[in-house]
């Protein structure tokens, strides 16, 4: 069954052959899809007949978002420790701890039950695609189970049992490297897309160059793609480490020297900004343009977690990056669609060109720059596309 979506005031297709600029933007356009894909896009005087037709009324349409970076699998929250960091105490990854105390302590209904509320949340804003990692686990059994639990709501799922060294395991750090690269690397491949390392020399709790390396390693030998938390307190190893291996991504990209930039431009590694961890951080944001202007790639996510940041808000994001880090409205939308997906290395989402999945989103505005002029305000929602009843000619 196809589906002609009409009226949209201002399409971003992310497909400069179908629009202005890499945005590739087509005003007064229409959209048809088919077998759930992208099958025309054009102006709306030239739209094709299709069986059904969804008008949104002189609304901007734009590629559901797609947050690369998210923890959404944990207990407890740590709404204290972010009072504390509001009145001036600094953020060093050591409140990580109590999460892992109380996501072990939680039953899998409750933590399945928030994991679902989560992406339900970040769906009603716009996104599309999540990526979920593990992380606050940290044992065999507790990290299988975090990825098991969030392959029922994504594909894009990431082990990352090397986050901190847990309380269990203080003092015996090497010891905790060999359990991760070892039997939980081994319990939770089967669940997992990518491996990632909290790579931050500056936090006690994090680990270091080699320890990140030995990681990621091991994970590419069980054939799992590589991320990194890279450069979110120092200009530490973590992004020339990413590059060095390939990585498909370097998250935070907070503090980065001339040499992290010159690598990362001429690499295959996106750089990840999270301005919400600066936000909930109190801390200063990433520079975005010297980013952009040396042609790095750049994308926009969440982070979302109960500790450095607790927002499932791409337009938050968005609105953060327009604001904060000089992004353009164009820039700061494309990095949180198409830039997401390159962190995730799909081509199948983060644009509408021909053949793309139908992940659309609706603003409720005429221009997708709303998004940043209007923040806080609850403007972006997916579009749900009508789907042939069960039993009706034709359906599977
Ligand atoms: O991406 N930096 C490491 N990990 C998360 C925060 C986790 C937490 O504080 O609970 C991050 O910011
Ligand atoms: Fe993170």
Redesign the pocket.
Known sequence: MSTLVTGIAELVTNDPSHGEGPSGVVPDAAVVVDGGRVAWVGAMRRAPAADVRVDVDGRAVVPGFVDS?T?LV?GGD?AGEFEARMAGRP?D?G??AS?VADTRAAGDDALSVRLHRLVAEARAQGTTTVEVKS??GLSVADEARSLRLARTVTTETTFLGA??VPPDHAGRREQYVDLVTGPMLAACVPHARWVDV?C?PA?PH?FDADEARTVLNAGAAAGLGLRV?AN?LSAGPGALLAVELGAASA??CTYLTAADVDALAGSETTATL?PG?EFSTRSPYPDARRLLDAGVQVALAT?C?????FTTSMPFCIALAVREMAMTPAEAVRAATFGGAKALRRSDIGHLGIGALADLAVVDAPSYRHIAYRPGVPLVRTLELPVRPAGAPGSA
Do not use: K, M, W
């Not at 977690?305 to 940041?309: E, H, K, L, R, T």
């Open positions: 970076h923890h944990f740590r953020y990854g409140g990580i999460t992380g606050y986050h901190v909290f931050e936090s994090a938390h979110q998250d935070h999270l961890v982070d977690n109960p500790g450095s940041c």
